[in-house]
């Protein structure tokens, strides 16, 4: 129990260390690629991502979704990849290999559809190296270029909002 402490103080230092390091570079490249973390616990309307990506011209083979659950569940079935906390080590260190390859694709757009406040899936934002990160409000307003205020359950809403952004931007045509 004690050791579970220090590896959570030590990734959250290592949290702090991404996000005060973190240089924001925004351009108006178009968006190509786009990457989708959700926390399956919240959302998992898959079909409405696809949706999302389809709005703003993503192909569907430049699409990545990762999804993230706090306990691991076998039940998850529909989703190719979904990560848990034992895929995380200490100092920030990742353990799944299909996640470190998720973290070092470049894509023009990281999405983070998540509210909860959970370590974890803060340490995948703020390690993935997009180039520009799109949020829902969190409590450490580092993580995101761009942070939508909406609720999980209004997506429609956070689709528009994001199109209407990435168009005033001029990342999509």
């Keep these: 129990m004690i050791?579970?402490?220090?590896?959570e103080k030590s990734n959250k230092k290592y949290l702090n260390k991404l996000l005060t390091e973190r240089k924001v570079n925004v351009?108006?490249?178009?968006?190509?690629?786009?990457?989708?973390?959700?926390?399956?616990?919240?959302?998992?309307?898959?079909?409405?991502?696809?949706?999302?990506?389809?709005?703003?011209?993503?192909?569907?083979?430049?699409?990545?979704?990762?999804?993230?659950?706090?306990?691991?569940?076998?039940?998850i079935h529909s989703w190719d990849e979904c990560y848990n906390p034992k895929d995380f080590g200490w100092n920030g260190a990742i353990k799944n290999m299909?996640?470190?390859?998720?973290?070092?694709?470049?894509?023009?757009?990281?999405?983070?559809?998540?509210?909860?406040?959970i370590l974890e899936l803060k340490l995948i934002t703020a390690e993935s190296i997009a180039k520009f990160k799109i949020g829902i409000l969190q409590s450490d307003e580092r993580l995101n270029d761009l942070i939508i205020k909406t609720n999980l359950k209004q997506f429609s809403l956070f689709k528009e909002e994001v199109f209407k952004y990435l168009t005033i931007f001029k990342k999509i045509k």
């Design 98 to 117: 299909e996640l470190k390859a998720f973290l070092e694709t470049e894509f023009d757009v990281l999405i983070s559809y998540y509210q909860k406040e």
């Design 3 to 7: 050791l579970k402490g220090f590896k």
């Design 27 to 75: 351009n108006a490249d178009k968006v190509i690629s786009l990457g989708i973390i959700l926390n399956i616990d919240e959302i998992n309307d898959f079909e409405s991502l696809r949706e999302l990506a389809d709005h703003i011209k993503v192909r569907p083979n430049k699409l990545k979704i990762i999804a993230f659950s706090s306990s691991k569940k076998d039940d």
